[in-house]
């Protein structure tokens, strides 16, 4: 912000901020009292001026006992009362206070576009020179498409998912259209998501939400995609920091689920709701539009406020993350539950997975790839096994498909209509003898070391619980064999896409669950054992002895 020469300590110029009782205005007439180069007249709807308990002896506190700042009670509808409040002022704030309590379309509107209007109009009658206007980056979104380095260039767009973007977005338009008129300049900032000590809105109802779901016994979605960020920075990061940081309050279980898995998740709940809602008392948590809102990146670019503002952010976002999370610590005294895991640290299943490709495909962490093996998968079920064709023909229908692509492809050109095609090398085609041998003897060792070694150790005869085991095994394999194979492949094909990550989420819960179960069953052995008639008793603690006797003697040997 730009101040004028004759502006000083001895000689400070008159400013007004509109809605200077709003979380931004609380923090902007802060900053313009300590430069100490304005007089601050402060304008609400609130009948006085109130100061809270953090205000008492503040730099505020102290510019109203010596009238450096001021009070006027002010409804933006009203231009008479616009006027009153800013007449004398060089810079006028207009900080768009809207009470989003209020659930009223017509007064968000009546507040937000007519009252722009009217100070507006308000400046030009009082001479004002400078109107700044707090706008919204939300101006910018049409709630879908992501927006990736974007600056002032970008346009309005044709409609928007939510009615106070729409009025926000006309209220900036009569913002820039009268910039230059009777003498007045005009412009509009547009801050996205911000949030710090104080904070009314953001981060309350992200905590609100949070406990309001898990009072009634609901899994709060974490959706875990981009958010929005005010400066050029990875967004995962932000995230992490509001996990870690103010949701780290709240109670598990959590569950991170891609955006496009909640997406169609919540768009069948909301068909289901419209068609069934007069019948069913139930109202969808979550709605399209917010999924589509956390689900998409938002970046912009602050050069030109850098270059000709001389813009430099004053406090960095880590440092804004902590002292936010301070100021509302509070909210963690009733918690006794403060637990954190470490996100860095392989979880049990990506170990089981191996680590890698597969690993991120069955635990969501590249939804392209997932998606796309998810659907090939579906295919060639579909395919083979739901077409009602034997296997043999749904095998060659397959391979004239894939040749036919194939040449396709390989008669077209590099490039075709500006878009460079890609061909596909030979190497593709070709299975190393080195590949091969390494999957053949992981192949050989498994079967020695498993189907061999527990096929052996039944035949001595001597271990009974492994004996059970494989009983049990083979009893529930005769059970899953007794369903036709299509219903199989499906039930496994959608539990491997969701077994995995829901265990991830899960691990504590599920190991805590394993070892309670093996308690069970190991109480439930003694308290067999026990009971068990003396002969047969006798029976197996003889053939358990001669095992181990055997096995001990094969190992001197």
Not at 174 to 185: E, P
Request: with cysteine.
């Amino acid at each position: 912000m730009a101040i004028d020469e004759s502006s000083s300590k001895e000689n400070p110029r008159i400013c007004t901020v509109l809605g200077g009782r709003s979380f931004i205005g609380r923090s902007l007439v802060q900053l313009l009292l300590k430069s100490e180069q304005w007089t601050v007249r402060i304008a609400g709807s609130a009948p006085s001026l109130i100061l809270d308990r953090k205000e008492q002896n503040s730099i505020l506190s102290d510019a109203v006992s010596i009238g450096r700042a001021s009070y006027f009670q002010v409804d933006v509808r009203e231009k008479s009362q616009v006027c009153e409040a800013i007449e004398g002022s060089t810079v006028v704030f207009h900080m768009d206070a809207l009470d989003l309590s209020v659930h009223d379309i017509y007064h968000h509107y009546m507040v937000t576009v007519q009252g722009t209007k009217n100070v507006i109009n308000a400046c030009r009658e009082c001479k004002v020179k400078r109107l700044i206007y707090n706008s919204s980056a939300d101006v910018v979104f049409d709630g879908v498409h992501s927006i990736h380095n974007g600056d002032e260039s970008l346009p309005y767009p044709w409609r928007y998912e939510d009615r106070l973007s729409d009025f926000r977005s006309q209220a900036e338009a009569l913002i820039l259209f009268a910039n230059g008129t009777d003498g007045l300049l005009t412009c509009a900032l547009r801050p996205s998501n911000v949030f710090g000590p104080g904070d009314t809105h953001f981060i309350p109802y992200l905590i609100g939400e949070a406990r309001s779901v898990r009072a009634k016994g609901m899994v709060k979605i974490c959706v875990t995609s981009p958010m929005l960020t005010m400066l050029p920075m990875p967004i995962f990061v932000q995230s992490k920091l509001y996990v870690q940081g103010w949701l780290l309050w709240l109670e598990r279980p959590w569950i991170h689920l891609p955006a496009m898995l909640v997406l169609i998740v919540v768009v069948l709940l909301e068909w289901v709701h419209k068609k069934f809602g007069p019948h069913i008392n139930c109202q969808p948590q979550l709605n399209p539009s917010l999924v589509h809102f956390l689900s998409c990146t938002r970046t912009f670019n602050c050069s030109n406020a850098q270059k000709q503002l001389g813009y430099s952010p004053i406090v960095s976002l880590e440092e804004g993350v902590t002292l936010t999370i301070e100021s509302f610590s509070h909210l963690s005294g009733d918690s006794s539950y403060l637990r954190y895991r470490d996100c860095n640290k392989p979880s049990k299943v990506d170990k089981l997975l191996g680590g890698g490709k597969v690993a991120d495909i069955l635990l969501w962490r590249d939804e392209k790839k997932t998606f796309t093996c998810l659907l090939a998968l579906v295919f060639l079920l579909c395919w083979f096994f739901l077409s009602g064709r034997t296997f043999i023909s749904s095998m060659a229908r397959l391979l004239v498909l894939v040749s036919v692509i194939l040449f396709i492809h390989g008669i077209l050109p590099f490039t075709m209509f500006g878009f460079a095609i890609e061909k596909i090398p030979p190497s593709y085609f070709e299975a190393s003898e080195t590949v091969l041998k390494d999957r053949l003897t992981f192949l050989a060792t498994t079967w020695n070391e498993g189907v061999v070694c527990t096929l052996r150790t039944l035949a001595q005869g001597d271990d009974w619980s492994l004996f059970f085991k494989v009983a049990c095994s083979l009893y529930f394999l005769k059970l899953f064999l007794s369903f036709s194979f299509p219903v199989m492949a499906s039930v496994g094909l959608v539990l491997a896409f969701t077994i995995f990550i829901v265990y991830e989420q899960y691990e504590e819960e599920v190991d805590k669950l394993l070892i309670t179960s093996h308690s069970y069953v190991k109480k439930s052995k003694e308290f067999l054992d026990g009971h068990l008639p003396p002969f047969l008793a006798a029976f197996l603690s003889n053939n358990q002895r001669l095992g181990q006797d055997d096995r001990s003697s094969q190992k001197h040997q």
